[in-house]
Structure formats: structure tokens, C-alpha cells
């Protein structure tokens, strides 16, 4: 079998599609993918496992912004090197992330939110799912654009996350969308406003946070990658199967279904893409005060 290192737990946005991925693989090749969650840490101890497996193809995992673009900055010293440690094989997702309060917050649109923390600062919490995620970004993002001081409460991975906010121990997230937009449609929450330049197509009658914001935007994103020292050919091979995958009607529904967008480029745009991300991403954490040791 070939082992997926999941880097967040089970059940959340990035899970679910790992996931769906990982199925249509199984279909295409004949091998049996097997996901593995290593979560913790903003997914830098499944990273870190990543980096540590053999270079024999038969141990694969999620590449993800959190560890690979955010992490560099964020973090002083990182068991891993975002771009030697590893074999960077291709794109899977993009998807947007979707701010969403409690239904106790008074606020119905992004200018109320903002007027509403503005008369109460330091009184309104922001939860995330770590440190260091673009769900955590989004939030000091936000806060930095609009001038509000809120308070960060991080989580390990967005399922507690989203229990806290639906108690109303929480005020806010600006979680990726899948989850979110589902508890926005079942009315247990009240979605604002997608993180993505322009509005998502599986909710197109959500605000994008640009249009109250102008030059907010943050995406999150899944790749392939595989320890360093990976053999061309399989980099290669992978990387094909990955496309066709991708290129499937079905499994684009699927993403669609969850909010993301199927992202089919190879290592070198990835790479390129990866150091752009990086330093879009470094002011934002250095103006959040958001390093950690």
C-alpha cells in the first residue's frame, strides 16, 4: 500500500479531501492508499514525518501552506526545510476560507463586524485551527486591515474550533470553507465573507472580505510532496497519475462540493509558487506579532 501522511486530523476540510484524492488514486493505480494523520504543531509534525520517510514513493503526504509558506516566517527555528527536505510533486486544491460568527454576534455584514469590535476592544475572540494557518492569517489579516484588536484562541485542528464557536465560548473563524459553508447552510452559524480575491462560485452570494477590504486576500492550498530524494521518473510518474486524477469529472464535483477548486500544476510552478506565497505571507505575520520559538 501506499501511505498518505494527513498533517491535520481527521474530519476537517483539508481531511476530506486528502481523502477524496486519495480514493480516486486507489481507482486509477490499483494500489491502496492508506491516510495516515500526523497532526499538531500547524501540520509541521506531519510535515516533519514527511521529510523523515524513505524516498521510496511508498510514503507520500499533504504539502500544505501552513507549514510550507507560513511556517518559514512564523516559526524561529523549523525541523525542516520548506523547499530542500522534500520533493515537491504537484498541486491538488486551492479554497478560500469563510468567515463565520456565532449566531449571538449581532453583526450581518462585514461593516457591522467591524463597527461592533471597534466599540468593544479586546472583547471579541477569533478561533483558528493553530497557529500559523491561514485560518489563523486571515484573522490577524483582518484584524490588522480594520483596525480592531481581537483576541487569537488557536486550536488543534478546526473540529474543537468549530464546537467552541457553536457553544458561543467563540465569537468568530475564518475556517476553510467546507465546514463553515456547510454550518452556514444548516443556519448554525452566520456567514460574512470569503478570504479569496473575488467571491467563491459555491457561494456567490457571500461578499468577498475585498470588496470591504481592498487587497484582502488569503487562500489556502494542498500539494503532493514526498521526502527529498525521490527519483525523477516516480516525481514524474506520480505527478501524471495526480493530473489525471484531478482531471476526473467526478472528483472536480467533489472538490467543488467542498469548496475547493482542483489546482493540477506541476514541481516547478509549485516551487515558484511556494516562494511567492512565502513572501506575500511574511509582512502579514511580522505585523501580527504572530511569530512563535
Not at 516559526?75 to 478560500?96: M, N, T
Not at 467563491?200 to 452570494?205: D, K, L, V
Not at 475585498?210 to 500539494?223: K, V
Amino acid at each position: 500500500p501506499i501511505r498518505f501522511i494527513g498533517i491535520f486530523p481527521p474530519g476537517g476540510g483539508t481531511d476530506i479531501l486528502s481523502r477524496l484524492w486519495c480514493q480516486k488514486m486507489g481507482e486509477i493505480t490499483g494500489e491502496q492508499f492508506i491516510v495516515e494523520n500526523r497532526s499538531g504543531s500547524a501540520g509541521n509534525i506531519g510535515t516533519e514525518a514527511i521529510a523523515r520517510s524513505a524516498p521510496d514513493g511508498r510514503t507520500i503526504g499533504l504539502g500544505s501552506v501552513a507549514p510550507l509558506a507560513i511556517g518559514p516566517t512564523l516559526y524561529k527555528r523549523l525541523p525542516f526545510d520548506a523547499v530542500k527536505d522534500f520533493s515537491h510533486i504537484g498541486g491538488l486544491w486551492q479554497l478560500p476560507n469563510l468567515l463565520v460568527v456565532n449566531n449571538d454576534v449581532p453583526a450581518r455584514t462585514v461593516p457591522e463586524l467591524i463597527a461592533l469590535v471597534k466599540s468593544k476592544p479586546g472583547q471579541f475572540t477569533y478561533a483558528s485551527s493553530g497557529s500559523g494557518t491561514t485560518v489563523h492569517l486571515s484573522g490577524a489579516m483582518f484584524a490588522a486591515m480594520a483596525g480592531l484588536e481581537m483576541v487569537h484562541v488557536p486550536y488543534r485542528g478546526g473540529a474543537p474550533a468549530h464546537v467552541d464557536l457553536l457553544a458561543g465560548r467563540v465569537h468568530m473563524i475564518f475556517d476553510n470553507i467546507p465546514q463553515a459553508l456547510a454550518e452556514a447552510k444548516e443556519g448554525r452559524v452566520r456567514a460574512l465573507a470569503v478570504t479569496g480575491a473575488k467571491r467563491s462560485p459555491q457561494a456567490p452570494e457571500i461578499p468577498a472580505m475585498a470588496e470591504f477590504l481592498p487587497g484582502f486576500e488569503i487562500t489556502s492550498w494542498g500539494s503532493v510532496a514526498a521526502p527529498a530524494g525521490l527519483p525523477a521518473a516516480m516525481i514524474e510518474r506520480i505527478g501524471a497519475l495526480t493530473r489525471q486524477a484531478l482531471a476526473t469529472p467526478e472528483l472536480k464535483g467533489r472538490f467543488e462540493e467542498n469548496g475547493a477548486t482542483t489546482w493540477p500544476i506541476g514541481p516547478a510552478e509549485l516551487l515558484a509558487f511556494r516562494a511567492a506565497n512565502e513572501a506575500a505571507f511574511a509582512p502579514v505575520i511580522r505585523a501580527a506579532g504572530a511569530q512563535v520559538d
